[in-house]
């Protein structure tokens, strides 16, 4: 059974930072690549970044290049989302996810099948 499990949202101010933590079970960690994405209350869920296996390639969306930084440790099979420089409109639940289906890495929501549980993070300005 494939388990994915986020950590390290919380409460911040403008301008700070958090790092989110996300640990895979189940699969071949390093196979695969892996999606940050979030969802505030009314709106879509969006792709924030994503990785491939290796963790050489790496993606952004415009609104969090140049903030925000994912990385993974497949030793450690964990990965990771550090945010720097936190603005209110990044208030949302973020999850992590993964897909054995998926050979590149997708800000797509839809191309992905394990998913986590989400951790909040909120930004007050």
């Known amino acids: 059974q494939v388990q994915v499990v986020e950590s390290g949202g919380g409460l911040v101010r403008e301008g700070e930072s958090l790092r989110l933590s996300c640990t895979v079970s189940g699969l071949p960690f390093g196979s695969y690549p892996m999606g940050w994405f979030r969802q505030a209350p009314g709106k879509e869920r969006e792709g924030v970044s994503c990785?491939?296996?290796?963790?050489?390639?790496?993606y952004y969306a415009d609104s969090v290049k140049g903030r925000f930084t994912i990385a993974r440790d497949n030793a450690k099979k964990t990965f990771y989302l550090q945010m720097n420089n936190l603005k209110a409109e990044d208030t949302a639940m973020y999850y992590c996810?993964?897909?054995?289906?998926?050979?590149?890495?997708?800000?797509?929501?839809?191309?992905?099948?394990?998913w986590g549980q989400g951790t909040q993070v909120t930004v007050s300005s």
């Open positions: 996810a993964t897909g054995d289906q998926l050979r590149r890495p997708s800000l797509v929501h839809s191309d992905y099948n394990y």
């Open positions: 990785i491939n296996w290796s963790g050489y390639n790496t």
